[in-house]
Every structure is written in structure tokens, then in C-alpha cells.
């Protein structure tokens, strides 16, 4: 099941940026993760510093 972001999230990028296969993108209010391209890892979800990435 892929990560998801909820609407806590403050468009810092520091998930982006810990992706490994790029499947997190700036969104119009916030980022947004391509549930197709995620493979699970988690690395979004412990960098994020409001903890506003979980398993969806």
C-alpha cells in the first residue's frame, strides 16, 4: 500500500528529497505521492518533520 500525504503537510520538501525513485511531487498546496511509482519504504515518512506522510 502506497504512503500518502495528508492536508498537515507544509510543502517543505524534505520527503521529496528522500525519495528514491522520485514519486513525490509538488502539488498546487502541497506534495503529493504517485501511488504507482512508490515502493513502500517509509524514507518520506521518517524524514517528515510534522508527520504528515502515512500508509494509505
Do not use: F, K
Not at 31 to 52: E, F, K, L, M, W
Request: charged content about 10%.
Amino acid at each position: 500500500m502506497a504512503y500518502v500525504i495528508n492536508d498537515t503537510c507544509i510543502s517543505c520538501g524534505s520527503c521529496a528529497a528522500q525519495c528514491p525513485v522520485s514519486a513525490i511531487s509538488q502539488g498546487d498546496s502541497q506534495y503529493n505521492i504517485d501511488a504507482d511509482t512508490c515502493i513502500d519504504c517509509g524514507s518520506c515518512a521518517a524524514q517528515c518533520p510534522v508527520s504528515a506522510i502515512s500508509q494509505g
